[in-house]
């Protein structure tokens, strides 16, 4: 009874950054629950090993990725979505910063999801070079070159879009 109680504690205090985390990388609220959902199963199943290792956050965020590429591989992931309305938040933040969330949201979902989630790594769950390598499974030089290229592809597209809007 005690693994659960260490479990439930563990998990209590941390849903809210995984669910951010998980939004980042796939850009949509309601996969984003997928994914914590199968990230909480999946540390469950293997808790009495995962509860003594030194970082399980880390172990977390791995199973996020690895999730959310595994769920991209999947045939009915490549359905395009309708444009519908949104639910109404409880708290509507000011207009500029809506438009500007939901413009890098945008360019965000643009980038392949190696790319996007070697961005939310780095700089949301703000992990090292090493660290980002680890939870991705490859080699620190692969990190580097996805984020400078993810980066890029970034600027690219922020550079259009801010032109576009000018004219």
């Given at each position: 009874?005690?693994?659960?109680?260490?479990?439930?504690?563990?998990?209590?205090?941390?849903?809210?950054?995984?669910?951010?985390?998980?939004y980042?990388?796939c850009?949509d609220?309601h996969?984003?629950?997928?994914?914590?959902s199968i990230a909480?199963v999946r540390?469950?199943?293997?808790?009495?090993?995962?509860?003594?290792?030194e970082?399980?956050?880390?172990?977390?965020?791995q199973?996020?990725?690895?999730?959310?590429?595994?769920?991209r591989?999947?045939p009915?992931?490549?359905?395009?979505?309708?444009?519908?309305?949104?639910?109404?938040?409880s708290?509507?933040p000011?207009?500029?910063?809506?438009?500007?969330?939901?413009?890098?949201?945008?360019?965000?979902s643009?980038?392949?999801?190696r790319?996007?989630a070697?961005?939310?790594l780095?700089?949301f769950?703000?992990?090292?070079?090493?660290?980002?390598?680890?939870?991705l499974g490859?080699s620190?030089?692969?990190?580097?070159?996805?984020?400078?290229r993810?980066?890029?592809a970034l600027?690219?597209?922020?550079?259009?879009?801010?032109?576009?809007e000018?004219?």
């Open positions: 009874m005690g693994d659960v109680d260490e479990y439930r504690e563990f998990v209590a205090g941390r849903m809210d950054g995984w669910r951010r985390t998980a980042l990388l850009g609220w996969a984003a629950d997928d994914l914590v909480l540390l469950y199943r293997h808790w009495g090993r995962v509860s003594r290792i970082h399980p956050e880390a172990y977390v965020r199973i996020l990725v690895r999730a959310m590429l595994n769920e591989r999947r009915w992931r490549r359905e395009q979505p309708v444009t519908a309305v949104p639910d109404s938040p708290a509507v000011g207009p500029d910063r809506v438009a500007d969330e939901q413009r890098f949201m945008a360019l965000l643009e980038l392949p999801p790319r996007r070697v961005l939310v780095r700089y769950c703000d992990l090292s070079v090493e660290e980002t390598a680890a939870q490859c620190t030089g692969t990190v580097k070159s996805q984020t400078s993810a980066l890029e600027r690219v597209r922020l550079d259009a879009v801010l032109v576009a000018e004219v």
